[in-house]
């Protein structure tokens, strides 16, 4: 069983910043990447980051500029640092993670979920 765990959400101002991170334990193997989406109200989940194990990022062209997407490979763990943070962002944030196991069957993880909410 593999187990993500996503903190970091809250309530924040326009303009703030916040740090997502994501944990990832359990029978874990080869890492494909690990990404974070993020889904608001009445909205289909969209992508937001994603990072290889080798440190390779893409971010969504609507966030590029203000989020950072980092990782850990020693901890299993990737973060979202979120800067200048725009009402349109809030949204619950998603942690994904992509691997192939000893078999080289792809599995798809997803966390619970953290809150972000941007507000005055």
């Known amino acids: 069983q593999v187990q993500l765990v996503e903190s970091g959400g809250g309530l924040v101002l326009p303009g703030g910043s916040l740090r997502l991170s994501c944990a990832a334990s359990?029978?874990?193997?080869?890492?494909?990447?690990m990404a974070w989406y993020r889904q608001a109200p009445g909205k289909q989940r969209e992508y937001v980051a994603a990072i290889s194990p080798a440190g390779t990022t893409n971010v969504a062209d609507s966030v590029k500029g203000r989020f950072a997407i980092s990782t850990d490979n020693a901890k299993n763990t990737v973060w979202l640092q979120m800067n200048s943070l725009k009402p349109e962002d809030a949204a619950v944030y998603y942690c994904?993670?992509?691997?192939?196991?000893?078999?080289?069957?792809?599995?798809?993880?997803w966390g619970q979920g953290t809150q972000v909410a941007v507000s005055s």
């Open positions: 994904k993670m992509l691997m192939y196991d000893p078999e080289d069957i792809p599995y798809d993880y």
């Open positions: 359990g029978s874990i193997f080869n890492i494909d990447h």
